[in-house]
């Protein structure tokens, strides 16, 4: 994506199913289950720009001594900080006595993060705070140990307003009204709850209180309270927590909107949310990992009891993010992989149809480097293509055809060209106003000489095309110089139309360059009414039940096609100083359908969100546009 956007949250848990000193045995350290947890965040460091945390739980600790362990980071370098931090404590340590960074006893009982229960977490900033205390995990102390918990997450809340309302109606004094806390809270209240109901039942059994503790610890029912937690959460969640006497959980929203994957065998089990993270780090085949399904919570007991349960009924059919295929997610996946190419195969018909089928005379390449995959599969299509062509040339010069004419057939190739080079960042934060566009224009380079000036077309495929901002700032400027005829930028994604809340930091309708250009189409047309309509529409539904609200915004881009919108996108986009041609091709919804068939959750793209929480959220997004309101909608 050449526009700046952040990628979704990450999160990795890790749980020791043997004695600490099993590890020490058989791999010769008592940091196995830390080192492992290292390696799977920094796999994962891709959805991580703005902090990360960690946590770790101690088994069978005395009364007294330290079980819970927490260390959070926003250094620019998030996953290091930590990493260094903790290692450091255990270089201190070894320093005067290195037989004692393997002596399990004693780490236990002196030296933080050396238990058998670890909770990682990668952070984006959705609401622009990035602040020590805006980073997961998080936790909720109390003296009793079932009674603790830590929680972090990949999620977003539609309906945060409504949980802290219930959160107060149960006589709850949240210190936020954030999605984090309400969730924290909200599992919080009904673990209590919990906690007071097996108390109140086995005290009058004669019991003494630290029996009872014991009990609870054993029998804690995790599946009630996730379902009585859960059941009124609107939005995308991948949720992970762990209690303090050494339960465990990842509960997934029933949608499948965030993915979550995880792997067990007699020595761990271990969560994350990305396939190829857990495949990397011990070495496994793509088979041996499973899928969280949607609604569904991974429950970990202590004694090493490990189920997949069912906690919300999921929907039918389920709406997995496709934006995680297209790019969140790395492309490592097997299956990512496969439909990144098909979706780079599917743009062809489109792509020919926009250089008069003339190969001979087209350069492609791509930007940024997460278009890479669908570059390799625009290319598999054009083969395809092109070897169709080849097999009727060749059929045409008949049987007495000479052996350089086959040859010259045989040879035509689409022309691949390194176009674009991306330089260090520029600091152009520092720089005054009136050059900061022109130092914004030379982010990237380009490699000269790989394109005919004034007879070629050049063909760049971009992952997606959001705002457009960087596209016309930067990469239209510098490929006109190349000279060109024609510029075609390909986005392997749909236009994006409407706002995300179940992730990702898109929840302005003005910052959609397909919005913008669709209100552009409206106005030259004289049909500003639909705007009023539609604002209408949206304010006589604005106090409803989110469950009454319907998504009129999907009105504003009925009159038009998506080629009307496209080729007005391309007329925005394009510098006024341009002197090649410029044409802006998006995938279509029902090929990215065809590529990503496991994952269907495209509100991105046609307005159509899988909770009432999102229609409220386009809702409330169109009506802040259409009042100037440069604020969030959730």
């Not at 996953?79 to 903790?86: E, K, L, M, V």
């Not at 152009?428 to 224009?441: G, H, N």
């Not at 038009?560 to 998006?586: G, Q, R």
Request: glycine share 6%; net charge negative; charged share 25%.
């Amino acid at each position: 994506m050449s526009d700046p956007i952040k990628h979704e949250c990450g999160i990795a848990l890790l749980r020791l199913k043997q004695p600490l000193q099993y590890y020490v045995d058989k791999y010769g350290t008592a940091f196995y289950g830390l080192n492992k947890l290292h390696l799977l965040m920094e796999k994962q460091h891709n959805r991580g720009q703005d902090g990360a945390g960690v946590a770790n739980i101690k088994f069978d600790m005395s009364p007294g001594e330290r079980y819970i362990s927490r260390y959070r980071s926003i250094d620019s370098k998030p996953i290091q900080d930590i990493f260094d931090y903790i290692n450091g404590k255990f270089e201190e340590i070894g320093k005067d006595n290195p037989a004692l960074l393997k002596d399990v006893d004693y780490l236990k009982r002196h030296a933080g993060f050396t238990g058998e229960l670890f909770l990682g977490h990668l952070r984006y900033g959705t609401f622009g705070r990035n602040s020590i205390e805006s980073c997961h995990p998080f936790l909720r102390q109390n003296n009793w140990i079932t009674r603790n918990l830590v929680v972090a997450g990949n999620f977003n809340l539609t309906n945060v307003d409504e949980l802290f309302d219930v959160l107060l109606h149960v006589g709850q004094h949240p210190k936020e009204m954030s999605d984090t806390v309400t969730v924290l809270e909200k599992i919080g209240h009904f673990l209590d709850t919990e906690n007071n109901s097996m108390y109140d039942g086995l005290k009058p059994q004669g019991y003494s209180n630290a029996e009872i503790y014991s009990k609870i610890a054993e029998s804690l029912d995790i599946e009630r309270i996730l379902k009585n937690a859960s059941e009124d959460w609107d939005g995308g969640y991948a949720m992970a927590g762990l209690f303090g006497h050494g339960d465990a959980f990842v509960l997934r929203d029933p949608d499948g909107i965030r993915p979550v994957f995880w792997y067990e065998d007699d020595e761990v089990c271990v969560v994350a949310s990305e396939r190829p993270v857990i495949q990397t780090a011990f070495n496994l085949k793509y088979e041996e990992i499973q899928e969280l399904q949607p609604g569904h919570a991974l429950i970990m007991k202590k004694n090493g009891k490990i189920t997949e349960t069912l906690i919300n009924e999921p929907s039918s059919p389920p709406s997995k993010c496709s934006f995680e295929r297209i790019y969140f997610s790395r492309g490592s996946d097997k299956d990512i992989y496969q439909e990144r190419k098909q979706l780079g195969m599917n743009v062809v018909p489109q792509v020919m149809e926009s250089i008069e089928n003339d190969l001979d005379n087209s350069v492609f390449s791509f930007i940024p480097n997460t278009a890479e995959v669908s570059f390799y599969g625009l290319i598999k299509g054009l083969e395809d293509h092109q070897n169709e062509d080849k097999i009727r040339d060749i059929i045409a010069l008949g049987n007495d055809a000479k052996e350089q004419d086959i040859r010259d057939i045989l040879l035509k190739r689409a022309r691949i060209e390194k176009i674009a080079i991306k330089d260090a960042k520029l600091r152009t934060f520092i720089t005054q106003d009136d050059s900061r566009d022109d130092l914004v224009a030379h982010v990237y380079d380009i490699t000269y000489g790989s394109v005919k000036r004034g007879k070629d077309n050049l063909v760049i495929i971009d992952d997606s095309i959001v705002r457009g901002t960087t596209l016309k700032q930067s990469i239209l400027r510098i490929l006109d110089r190349l000279d060109p005829k024609k510029i075609v930028v390909v986005s392997s994604a749909p236009q994006i139309r409407y706002p995300d809340c179940y992730g990702i930091d898109m929840a302005k309708m003005g910052d959609f360059i397909a919005f913008e250009a669709t209100i552009a189409l409206l106005h030259e047309r004289n049909m500003i009414y639909v705007i009023d309509s539609v604002y209408r529409k949206c304010k006589d539904q604005e106090n409803l039940p989110k469950e009454q609200i319907k998504n009129y915004v999907q009105e504003i881009y009925a009159p038009f096609t998506d080629d009307e919108i496209s080729a007005k996108i391309s007329e925005l986009l394009t510098p006024p100083t341009i002197k090649a041609k410029v044409e802006i091709i998006y995938q279509t919804v029902e090929n990215l359908h065809k590529a990503c068939p496991g994952h269907t959750g495209d509100w991105y793209f046609t307005g159509n969100y899988p909770t009432a929480g999102g229609n409220k959220v386009v809702n409330k997004a169109f009506i802040n546009w259409k009042e100037g309101k440069n604020e969030r909608a959730y």
